[in-house]
């Protein structure tokens, strides 16, 4: 054996001989003792009692703020599931590139896609108009070729999408168009190709009806744009700045096709008329009345003339039928008169009715109203005061 094999063999048999003393003699020792030798013969003991304290200190009552601290976070939300091209997940690159480690594609833009997608070049073929991207082959600015969190590969859903190259219609005006506000463009539109103006789905008839179907069921008379179905004629499909979504004002609208109410020879215009407020009187769409009106006179002259009618004991029998002696929108005699009042009168009372009449006498030429009101009165004749004083008095009526 060497010499350096010899000292280590000593050195171990000396270390082994003291640390069994040390047992021997920490055996009967006091607690105090036996650390100050574990202290000579070893590296790193704790101070005395340090053991205990740590005990101590680590010792916490459970409160319910350490079990809330303690309670495992909820699990995260599930990633949403993203949508792959089905060549994509295939690992199938030469199905649309030269090679899997080319991007060059195996045909211009937009062909690539029509040799799986041959449903939609065929609608596209037979369709009047078709959205330009498509047109262009330009799949690329609203589907992603290989995977995307949206249906059917859309690089974006919803609104957004169409707004990063049309301008945001709503933006157009203070009235917007509810469906619009609250629904997707292709609710009305069609994606990549219609027959319709403004590629629709539908006809503006067929497309407007599916919510405004009410404006025209069981309606007697329909107001013929409506009836053709030209609603874009007097409104605008998105938004504007006029109520009703109109192009322009009412009285402006309706003067698109009525120009001739007032008529230009008119001396005297109903205050509606004047004013362009043509909706008082009329529904734009569709009503049970004859020329649209809402209501049939007099009830529809009660809107805003006072209902002279229902105190009156006497009634001139025509009285009821107001466009029987006026016109409702303009004309060229006094009151909205059809014609001179001599004229109106004559119309049902002919000269030879009137000469029967003593109290006629003297009153050829002469405005009937000096003696009659032509609605209402306090006899069957409808005489006014005056003409009723003239009677009492036994003398003829006559007018002057």
């Given at each position: 054996?060497?010499?350096?094999s ?6 171990c048999?000396?270390m082994?001989?003291g640390?069994?003393?040390a047992?021997?003699?920490l055996a ?6 036996k ?5 000579v013969?070893?590296d790193g003991?704790?101070?005395?009692g ?9 010792t916490?009552k ?5 079990v809330?601290s303690?309670a ?18 295939n ?12 991007q060059k594609m195996l ?13 939609l070049k065929?609608?596209?073929?037979a369709?009047?108009?078709t959205h330009?991207?498509?047109?262009e ?15 059917k ?17 709503l933006a157009?005006?203070?009235?917007k ?8 463009c292709t609710?009305?539109?069609?994606a990549?190709?219609?027959?319709f103006?403004?590629l629709l789905?539908k006809?503006a ?5 599916e919510?405004?179907a ?14 053709d179905g030209?609603?874009?004629e007097c409104?605008?499909?998105h938004a504007?700045?006029i109520k009703?979504?109109l192009?322009?004002t009412?009285k ?7 120009d001739?109410?007032?008529a230009k ?5 109903h ?5 362009g407020d043509c909706?008082?009187?009329?529904n ?7 020329a649209?009106v809402?209501k049939?006179?007099?009830a529809?002259?009660?809107?805003c ?5 229902a105190p009156a004991k006497?009634?001139?029998?025509v ?7 006026h016109?409702?929108h303009s ?10 009042l001599?004229?109106v ?6 000269d ?8 006629h006498?003297?009153a050829?030429g002469?405005s009937?109203?000096?003696c009659?009101?032509p609605?209402?009165?306090?006899d069957?004749?409808?005489l006014k005061?005056s003409?009723?004083d003239?009677?009492?008095?036994k003398?003829?009526?006559?007018a002057?």
């Open positions: 054996m060497s010499q350096p010899r000292k280590i063999s000593f050195r048999r000396v082994a001989l640390g069994f003393v047992l021997v003699l009967g020792c006091t607690t105090e003792s650390h100050q030798w574990l202290t013969f070893f003991v704790p101070p005395l340090a053991t205990n304290a740590v005990a101590a200190s680590t916490v459970p409160s319910p703020t350490n809330v303690q495992q976070p909820p699990p995260p939300p599930p990633l949403p599931k993203s949508v792959i091209h089905p060549p994509y997940a690992r199938d690159c030469t199905a649309c590139h030269e090679s899997k480690f080319s045909g211009k833009p937009g062909e690539v896609c029509f040799n799986c997608h041959k449903e065929q609608s596209l073929a369709s009047k108009l330009p991207p498509v047109g082959g330009d799949c690329k600015s609203c589907h992603n070729p290989h995977q995307s969190l949206n249906k590969l859309l690089v974006t859903k919803g609104n957004p999408l169409c707004l990063t190259c049309h301008d945001n219609p157009a005006g203070k009235f168009h509810q469906a619009v506000e609250a629904g997707d609710d009305c539109h069609a990549h190709a219609a027959n103006k403004g789905k006809s008839k067929e497309t407007c009806a919510c405004h009410d404006l025209t069921a069981k309606k007697k008379v329909v107001h013929q744009p409506v009836a030209e609603c874009l409104h605008k499909p504007g700045k009703g979504l192009k322009k009412v402006e609208t309706c003067a698109g096709c009525h001739d109410i007032p020879s008119a001396k005297v215009i205050q509606p008329v004047g004013d909706l008082a009187c009329h734009p769409h569709a009503t049970d009345k004859k649209l809402k049939s006179a007099p529809l002259c009660w809107d003339h006072d209902n002279f009618l006497f009634k001139h029998d009285v009821e039928d107001c466009f029987g002696c016109k409702p004309s060229a005699a006094g009151k909205l008169l059809k014609k001179d001599l004229k009168c004559a119309e049902c009372h002919d030879k009715d009137l000469k029967a009449v003593k109290g006498a003297g050829e002469k009937c109203v000096v009659h009101d609605h209402i009165g306090k069957k004749f409808l005061p003409a009723l003239q009677q009492a008095g003398e003829p009526a006559v002057k």
